[in-house]
């Protein structure tokens, strides 16, 4: 398996954002059953924050998915960085960011398993998905019944 703490630390992300990285992967790795290809959540796991060099914004999804195209790395690991946000984005929700109009909403097992590892990881602390949606209190209704749905359609996977 390739590198990818080096890939970080390149790209110019502190020591930090790639502990928060390597926690997210390892609790991502639970999820990664038969049906899943491992390596490609692990690899999204561990870049997920990439953009996170760049800025520490709601951006730094899409900023993250461009530094993937860049560095020419495949286009699946560059869909779950630009989809790893909460639990995505609506186009609606990315334009009244301020973000490009596209959706960015997880769509493949292993972008849904790796958004769910993110919300599962506070820091390089792991927290439980109740403590998450303490943690995301002030966010709006919607955005916190779209996280609590991906927690459960992830979560039968451990099962």
Not at 133 to 152: E, G, H, N, Y
Request: hydrophobic content about 40%; glycine content about 6%; some cysteine.
């Amino acid at each position: 398996m390739p590198e990818y703490s080096h890939t970080l630390f390149l790209a110019g992300c502190d020591a930090g954002v790639v502990s928060h990285c390597e926690k997210v992967a390892a609790v991502a790795a639970r999820y990664s059953g038969e049906s899943v290809d491992s390596d490609l959540v692990h690899a999204g796991a561990m870049l997920h924050d990439i953009g996170r060099s760049k800025t520490h914004s709601i951006k730094h999804a899409a900023k993250g998915a461009k530094i993937c195209r860049r560095l020419e790395l495949s286009e699946d690991i560059a869909k779950i960085v630009g989809r790893h946000t909460g639990a995505g984005l609506t186009e609606d929700e990315s334009v009244l960011l301020g973000l490009p109009p596209v959706s960015a909403i997880p769509e493949t097992l292993e972008e849904k398993i790796v958004a769910h590892a993110d919300n599962l990881v506070s820091g390089s602390r792991e927290v439980t998905i109740y403590e998450r949606m303490m943690l995301i209190a002030d966010l709006p209704a919607r955005s916190k019944r779209k996280i609590w749905r991906l927690s459960m359609e992830v979560e039968l996977l451990a099962e």
